[in-house]
C-alpha cells in the first residue's frame, strides 16, 4: 500500500483533458509545496514533467499542468495525445519522522 | 551534458548484501546544489524512494529501509553507491540512480536503470 493515493487508472481521448490525483495528508502533500509527478513509459526510465506543484522542467509541454488543494495534489493533461498513455507516479517531501519522499502508487493513462 | 549510468551485479541470493554504483558524467557529486538518489522499482509496480546523500556526505533514508541501506560516495571517482545488505526476494526491483534537485525530492535526471534479482 503507497502511501499516497492514486486512481489505478484514467482515460480520455485524443483532444480531451484528464486529471490525476494524488491524496496525502497534512505532514506531507498538504504541509510541503514539495510535489512532483512523473511520467513513465514501459520499460523507460520516469520523467519529471512537474515539480514543486506546478512548475514544469524545460521542455515539458504547457499541456501539462499542477495544482494543490489542502492534502490532494493533481495532475492535469490538456489536448491528451496517444503519447501521453503512460504511467504517472506523484511524490512528495515529508520530514516525519524524518526527511524523506513518498510516491503514490501510480496512475496508468490509457488514450483512447 | 548530465549522464548517470548504474552498475552492479543483476544477480543476488538471500542475505547476501546488494552493492550498485553510479557513474556521473556532466556534473559534479560534491555539488553543493544537488542531491544524489537511489530509487527502485519492483517488477510491476511502483517506485520506492531509497534514499539521497548531498555534498558527498550528508546522508537520507527511506525510514522503511534505513536499517539495511548506506549510500556514499566517491567524489574522486564522481560516483555514488548504494548497500543494501541481507536481501530477499523483496528487494528484487529495477533500481535507478537520480540527480535530485534539493526541493524535497525532485529527481530531474535519472539513470536507465538496472534489474537486480533476488533469488536462490
Known amino acids: 500500500q503507497s502511501a499516497l493515493t492514486q486512481p489505478a487508472s484514467v482515460s480520455g481521448s485524443p483532444g480531451q483533458s484528464i486529471t490525476i490525483s494524488c491524496t496525502g495528508t497534512s505532514s506531507d502533500v498538504g504541509a510541503y509545496n514539495y510535489v512532483c509527478w512523473y511520467q513513465q513509459h514501459p520499460g523507460k526510465a520516469p520523467k519529471l514533467v512537474i515539480y514543486?506543484?506546478?512548475n514544469r522542467p524545460s521542455g515539458i509541454s504547457t499541456r501539462f499542468s499542477g495544482s494543490k488543494s489542502g492534502n490532494t495534489a493533481s495532475l492535469t493533461i490538456s489536448g491528451l495525445q496517444a503519447e501521453d498513455e503512460a504511467d504517472y507516479y506523484c511524490s512528495s517531501h515529508t520530514r516525519i519522522p524524518t526527511p524523506h519522499v513518498l510516491f503514490g502508487g501510480g496512475t496508468k493513462l490509457t488514450v483512447l | 551534458q548530465l549522464q548517470l549510468q548504474e552498475s552492479g551485479p543483476g544477480l543476488l541470493k538471500p542475505s547476501e548484501t546488494l552493492s550498485l554504483t553510479c557513474a556521473v558524467s556532466?556534473?559534479?557529486?560534491?555539488?553543493?546544489?544537488?542531491?544524489w538518489g537511489w530509487l527502485r522499482q519492483p517488477p510491476g509496480k511502483g517506485l520506492e524512494w531509497i534514499g539521497s546523500?548531498?555534498?558527498?556526505?550528508?546522508?537520507y533514508y527511506n525510514p522503511s529501509l534505513k536499517s539495511r541501506v548506506t549510500i556514499s560516495a566517491d567524489t574522486s571517482k564522481n560516483q555514488f553507491s548504494l548497500k543494501l545488505t541481507s536481501v530477499t526476494a523483496a528487494d528484487t526491483a529495477v533500481y535507478y540512480c537520480?540527480?535530485?534537485?534539493?526541493?524535497?525530492?525532485?529527481?530531474?535526471?535519472w539513470g536507465q536503470g538496472t534489474l537486480v534479482t533476488v533469488s536462490s
Open positions: 546523500i548531498y555534498s558527498g556526505v550528508t546522508t
Open positions: 537520480t540527480r535530485d534537485k534539493g526541493t524535497g525530492g525532485t529527481n530531474d535526471h
Open positions: 556532466g556534473d559534479s557529486v560534491s555539488s553543493r546544489t544537488y542531491y
Open positions: 514543486d506543484v506546478s
